[in-house]
């Protein structure tokens, strides 16, 4: 596995997404608008919760990439603002789902809808968004946008269920793990680049290009999220220090650091996933398991090698401001671990 990605930006200066944020500003105002447009309903309920969720302060990564990767293939049209929004509500409604599933009290550091309006009005609300997402689809017109993002919304759905199938399955391997992250997380970053070639009416090899791009940007973005969940704090974060540790939820260090333990450390292990060991201190030697056993660091280095082959995926497309934001992004995704 390859250990470093091969920076771009000059030594001294911290990877951000502002490069990409900067690119895409003007079209992000007409995707804002959309969405904004597109969340209302006469049920009050329904822009009240979808809005306490969409204006919770997430850099919209998804629909910009979807705008950076049509500004890389140099597309003047406007397509691109309503199939990015369709982005964001498949996004949405997942997250609205997955913390009713996993009983979240707080996404992006506020608490979750579910939290306040309860688990009923938040699985509704998330499914108004995904209606609306294929409203957006539909109206676009276009069937192969239609094929890929739709598909992209049930593989996410699967990827959603194969992982509660794993909860507390500690002896899952690590095929089967990327095998999650690619469908729950990795196929929603991959469709939205991808659909960018299709609207600019660009070669099958350049979709696959941007395919690839997102989707292995999207499973290095989730191991990363994976490692510093032992190894960050609240604030940075957006939710509980240890949530996954706490809900049972078998991630890549875990299900090295369980390979990697003798039996004692496997018992715990067990234990700590089926929600025997839950106290401060459990988390303190889970993350000490992790640290000797060297699972946070490989990991992260698992991490690195998915972003490198994300930036090698750009190597055929023309050198630019949208190539180098799109590169700094990938940065951006593996350094908030360190």
């Not at 890389?72 to 996004?91: N, P, Q, T």
């Not at 997102?214 to 499973?219: E, T, Y």
Request: aromatic letters at 6%; hydrophobic letters at 45%; glycine letters at 8%.
């Amino acid at each position: 596995m390859s250990a470093t990605i091969h920076r771009i930006i000059p030594a001294g200066r911290e990877p951000s997404l502002e490069p990409m944020m900067a690119l895409v500003a003007g079209d992000m105002n007409q995707v804002n608008s959309v969405i904004l447009t597109r969340m209302q309903s006469d049920i009050p309920l329904i822009p009240e919760l979808a809005g306490h969720l969409i204006a919770g302060g997430g850099k919209r990564m998804r629909p910009m990439l979807t705008l950076a990767c049509a500004r890389l293939l140099d597309y003047s049209g406007a397509r691109h603002h309503k199939l990015a929004a369709c982005v964001e509500f498949i996004h949405t409604a997942t997250l609205l789902h997955d913390d009713v599933v996993d009983g979240s009290d707080l996404r992006r550091g506020r608490r979750t809808a579910n939290l306040i309006w309860g688990n009923p009005a938040s699985v509704l609300v998330g499914d108004f968004l995904f209606s609306r997402s294929f409203e957006l689809m539909v109206e676009d017109g276009s069937l192969k946008v239609l094929k890929i993002l739709s598909n992209a919304s049930a593989v996410i759905a699967e990827g959603e269920v194969n992982q509660l199938t794993a909860q507390r399955q500690v002896e899952t391997s690590e095929e089967r793990y990327l095998d999650i992250i690619g469908a729950k997380t990795a196929a929603l970053f991959a469709a939205a680049c991808r659909i960018a070639a299709v609207v600019a009416e660009r070669p099958e090899p350049e979709e696959l290009a941007l395919d690839a791009y997102g989707r292995n940007l999207g499973i290095a973005f989730q191991l990363v999220d994976d490692a510093i969940d032992y190894s960050s704090d609240e604030e940075t974060m957006g939710k509980g220090v240890g949530d996954d540790f706490r809900d049972g939820k078998v991630t890549l260090p875990v299900i090295l650091a369980h390979a990697r333990g003798d039996a004692v450390q496997k018992q715990f292990w067990r234990d700590a996933m089926h929600g025997h060991r839950i106290t401060d201190e459990d988390l303190a030697h889970a993350t000490r398991l992790l640290e000797d056993t060297g699972a946070i660091a490989d990991t992260l280095a698992r991490a690195r090698h998915y972003g490198q082959r994300a930036i090698d995926s750009l190597g055929g497309f023309a050198s630019g401001q949208a190539k180098t934001a799109l590169t700094e992004a990938v940065e951006f995704a593996i350094a908030r671990a360190y």
